[in-house]
């Protein structure tokens, strides 16, 4: 049986990884357009 400060746990972890996925995916996008932008000036 799941206690409900297990349940507030769990729930603070799923909060967590979505958190991080979410930035995961922005930093990605984020290296891309930087790459893009370094060679189309050639730095």
Do not use: G, Q
Not at 22 to 42: E, G, M, P, Q, Y
């Amino acid at each position: 049986m799941i206690r409900v400060s297990d349940k507030r746990l769990i729930d603070a972890i799923h909060k967590l990884n979505n958190t991080a996925e979410v930035d995961l995916i922005a930093n990605k996008s984020a290296v891309k357009t930087f790459n893009i932008f370094n060679r189309t000036f050639c730095f």
